[in-house]
């Protein structure tokens, strides 16, 4: 499965960046193989608006089937739902932190962590 992390910098040692739609960089990790490759958001960065709609677009090409950031705005989450990828909010730490939590299963999605009686 391949997972984005919304991120500050292009390695897996770098932080995360808490912005999606206006994160610097996405890493895209593949949790089979341990392979991953960097997209740059600079587009998404200097957006007038649309940023975070567009950025989903991006990681919907990539083929990441979950997204890892610190907080994604109500238009993003919308469009990666509708394209059938997870959002998991809440994200701090460096993206090797975030990727090995994930392995771990300690993350809930945007759906999980809204759920009002916490289950």
């Known amino acids: 499965m391949k997972v984005a992390v919304t991120s500050t ?6 932080p995360v960046d808490p912005r999606f739609g206006r994160a610097k960089n996405f890493i895209v990790f593949d949790t089979e193989t341990g392979a991953h490759e960097v997209l740059d ?14 950025a989903a677009q991006e990681i919907s090409r990539s083929g990441a089937k979950c997204v890892i950031t610190g907080r994604c705005g109500p238009k993003a989450e919308r469009a990666l739902q509708a394209a059938g990828i997870e959002v998991i909010p809440g994200a701090t730490g460096t993206v090797a932190e975030m990727l090995e939590k994930f392995r771990r299963g300690e993350l809930s999605s945007s759906a999980e962590s809204s759920d009002p009686n916490g289950s």
């Open 9 to 14: 910098g292009k390695t897996l040692d770098s």
């Open 41 to 54: 958001n600079r587009s998404g960065v200097d957006a007038a608006h649309g940023a975070g709609p567009q």
